[in-house]
Each structure stands twice: as C-alpha cells, then as structure tokens.
C-alpha cells in the first residue's frame, strides 16, 4: 500500500500537464476546506 | 469551594483551552519549520531535508487536526457558557474571532490538503506555495487570536451603546490594544521556541539511538539555532510583555511579583510562599530594590502591592506568582541549553555531545510547560475580570444550571482523555522512530561520535 502522505516526485518521474495539477491543486484546496467544514458543524451539532 | 456553574463553567473552559493551547504552540512554529525544510529542499536538493519534512509533516497532520477539534469545541463554550459575555462584548471581539476562524480555514484548513496529499499531483512549486500558505495562516490566526485575547486583558477602542453592550468605535485600536503587539511576539516566539525544543528532543533521541544520523544532525542544528536566537530574545520580548501590564494590570504584576505592600522600591522575589489570608509572603528569599531597575520606573514612584486593590479585585495571588515562576524558570533553562548547544556546536565537539543529548531529550516537553504556565499567570492573573476592568467573570456567565455545566465538563473530560491520549502516544511512537533515511541500518548502539560509536563506523 503506498503511503498516504507522498512525497516529491522521483528525479526524471513524468509529471502531470499543468492542467492536470492546478485540478489538483483546486480539489485539494477545495477537500481541504470541506474536511474540517465537516468537523466544525458535526461538533456544534453535538454540542449546541 | 462552591461547584455553581461560574466555577465549572471556568473550569471548563481551562480545561478545554488548556489542551488546545499545546497543539497551535506545537503546528505555529511546526508550519514555519516545515517551510523553511521544503524551500531548503528545493535550493539544495540535499535529501535529508525532504526526509525531515516528510517526517514532520506527519506530526505536524496529527497535531493540527487534534488543534482544529479542540480549538473548535473551544468557541462554542462563548455560547453556551459565556452568552452574557457574548452578548456585552460579542460587538467588538466576534469579528476578532471571526477573522481567525476564515484565515484558519481559507489559509490552513485548505492549504493542508495540498500540503499532505499534492507533492506529486501539484508539482513542488505549488506544494511549496501551500506549505508556506498554511504557515503563514498559523501566523495570522495566531495574529487574530492574541487581538482577542489581548483585548480582554487591555481593553481599548470601544463604547458602550445605550442598551450597556460594548461597541467598537475604533477598529484598529480594538486589534492593536496596548498589550496586542508585545503579547503576540510572547505567543509566537513562544511557538518556535517549543517546536525547537521538540524538534532539539527528537533528533537527540534518534542520534543516541545511532539512527537516521545526517537528518538528526541537521535538525539538531537547525534547533540549536532557533534556541540560542529566539530564547534570549524571549526574555527580552517578556519582559517589555510585563512593562505593559505593569502599566496596565497593576493588581496582575503584584500577584506575579508577590508585592503586597506599597512602596517606592519593591524585591524581585526569587521564592516565596504567598499567603493570601495573612496578606503576606512566607520562605520569602529576594533581591531587595531591584523593582525600580526592571520595571524601567524612577526611583520616587510607587509600585502598587496587592493590599492597595480591594480584595474583590485581587486575582488569585498563589497560582499567578507560581505559574510565572514556572514560565520563567523553563525560559532561562531554554537560554542555558540554546548556548550550551552552540558553544559544543562552535567548539566542533556536538556530535559526541551524548550528555547535552540526554538533556535535549529531558527538555523536549519543557516548551509545552512553559506556553502553559505562562497561559495560567496571564488568564488568572486576569481576573476577577474577563474584560479587565469593564466586566466581572462572575457577570458573564450563562444563566445555565450547574449540572448542565458539570456534564458537558465531564463529557469532554471522557472525550479527550480518549481522543487526545491516542493522538499523543500516535505522536510520541512518530518521534521515537525517527524519519526515513537514505543510511544504511545502524550497526552499533553506541551514541555518535563516542571513541566506541567512531571505531565501529570507522570498521
């Protein structure tokens, strides 16, 4: 199983087009926000 | 000592932020590390750097999520147990609040994603831009909160409005307090200086254990070199912390001082035993008239001891005086061992340094104790006042039952003794494996750099 947190790319691994990684990197941001979206309101549903 | 719902409701919220202050301690200068470790990755290419990151980034998940939940958990007790609060200064400090929750989740939250999963989907130049995005969020959020925080040790900026609650009426005077600036550079300094001393404790155990030695020894370094920078810096960054309150929390800095007398020059007093029903010091051992030198005032005026504060506006004397002793005392260890360490460093004798090592790893925790200690002499030394000077604890809390109070206390007790333990044991057996290592597998247990360690890597 590869590892959750990956590290760099490998010297002389392909990358991805551009395209391609500012998709990532939107999704990513966008998962991120989302994720603790998530923990705040499942907490304040417990508590409040 | 009455269990009503004003004391539960403070211990409650002790509790809650007492374990929430070790995460952010811990990620604010965690965050900045990793960005230096990533932009040194990518000017030098050197591996190491990149195995120390993916390290630390691992902990660094771990104590940020278990910062978000707690953090979390924190704000909505300003609802449920603080509403009078809430409601009195909800005007001028909500926006305060606000602005750290949107760059902790538009700055942090989001750019972690990135940071954790993204190094091969976004490519390194984005990845860096997340990492130093979510460090710099660390910085702001730390930023809002001490506006916050700092505003209710020295309120400024504001009104009441004819129904009695606080009104802005200067918004840059509400963020930029009196104490804000000198009390954020305490926290953020603070900050670093215990990720130095965790990182310091870390490397130090994985270099007596022979493991992973080239990313130990420059993480080693790269500690020594905050502590012997930031530590003495601290101290003096303190001390003008204290000018400030000492101008604006007279009743805080006796208690810290254990002055209770009135006079032209007071002690510093080293140990005392403070009794607050005789109004006195037991065991006293001070410096006698040094009071005028460290507080920067003329030797005619008088510094206020506590007997010149009605009692009810006394803050409890005993855990001030003894918390910041704490804090100080952890200071001044943290000063020895950053020039310890750069004097074995600069005399080339720190990789064979196996003592200084044992003490590093003692030391690892000591940051955590001493952002603590210094939390419980500011908020204690705060009261009886939430809003120092303008609103009572007492009159802030919630018109709610004592037993509502005490089982929502013991809930998040269960909760996070559960929760938190896990997480930190995780973290604990983390440190103790140490990073990834290009190296070859240790072939001796023996300490770098000892004759024994050096004949054996040299075999």
Redesign the interface.
């Given at each position: 199983m590869p590892p959750?947190?990956?590290?760099?790319?490998e010297a002389g691994?392909a990358?991805?087009p551009l395209r391609?990684?500012?998709g990532?990197?939107i999704a990513?941001?966008?998962?991120?926000?989302i994720?603790?979206?998530a923990?705040?309101y499942t907490?304040?549903a417990l508590?409040? | 000592m009455d269990f009503d719902a004003l004391l539960l409701a403070r211990l409650q919220f002790a509790f809650t932020v007492g374990f929430h202050i070790i995460f952010p301690s811990f990620t604010i200068g965690l965050a900045s590390y990793l960005a230096v470790l990533e932009g040194l990755w990518l000017a030098t290419g050197r591996e190491h750097f990149k195995n120390l990151y993916l390290f630390w980034v691992k902990i660094f998940a771990l104590s940020f999520g278990m910062g978000v939940v707690s953090g979390v958990v924190m704000s909505y007790q300003f609802g449920t147990n603080w509403s009078v609060f809430s409601a009195q200064a909800g005007s001028v400090i909500g926006p305060l609040l606000a602005y750290e929750v949107l760059t902790a989740f538009f700055l942090e939250a989001s750019f972690l994603g990135v940071m954790l999963f993204g190094w091969k989907r976004v490519g390194p130049g984005l990845h860096f831009f997340s990492t130093c995005m979510v460090a710099i969020g660390t910085l702001m959020s730390a930023f809002w909160i001490l506006a916050a925080n700092s505003w209710m040790q020295t309120p400024a900026g504001f009104t009441f409005a004819p129904d009695g609650t606080m009104v802005a009426t200067d918004f840059w005077e509400v963020v930029f307090n009196p104490s804000q600036p000198s009390r954020f550079a305490h926290m953020v300094l603070a900050a670093y200086l215990t990720t130095a001393m965790v990182v310091a404790g870390a490397s130090a155990y994985t270099l007596l254990k022979g493991r992973a030695l080239t990313e130990g020894r420059t993480a080693l370094r790269m500690a020594i070199l905050m502590m012997a920078i930031v530590a003495p810096l601290q101290v003096l960054v303190g001390h003008e912390s204290g000018l400030v309150a000492h101008a604006h929390q007279p009743a805080k800095i006796a208690a810290m001082e254990g002055w209770w007398e009135d006079r032209q020059s007071q002690p510093s007093i080293l140990f005392a035993w403070p009794d607050e029903a005789a109004e006195t010091n037991h065991f006293e051992l001070a410096a006698p008239d040094t009071s005028s030198f460290l507080f920067d005032t003329p030797p005619t005026e008088t510094l206020r001891g506590l007997k010149s504060f009605p009692e009810e506006d006394r803050p409890p004397v005993a855990i001030v005086f003894w918390s910041f002793r704490v804090m100080v005392g952890i200071g001044l260890i943290m000063v020895a061992l950053g020039l310890w360490g750069a004097f074995v460093w600069a005399t080339g004798r720190l990789d064979g340094a196996s003592l200084y090592f044992r003490a590093l790893v003692l030391a690892g925790p000591s940051g955590f104790i001493a952002v603590l200690a210094g939390w419980i002499a500011a908020e204690v030394g705060r009261q009886p006042y939430v809003v120092y000077g303008v609103l009572r604890t007492a009159d802030a809390v919630s018109p709610v039952a004592a037993g509502t109070v005490a089982a929502s206390l013991l809930f998040f007790l269960i909760v996070y003794a559960v929760v938190f333990t896990a997480g930190a044991l995780y973290i604990l057996r983390l440190m103790a494996a140490g990073p990834e290592s290009d190296e070859p597998a240790p072939r001796s247990k023996q300490p770098p750099g000892t004759p024994l360690g050096a004949a054996l890597k040299e075999a």
């Open positions: 959750i947190i990956e590290g760099p790319p691994e990358r991805p391609t990684r500012l990532w990197f990513l941001w966008i998962a991120g926000a994720s603790v979206a923990a705040a907490l304040r508590i409040l | -």
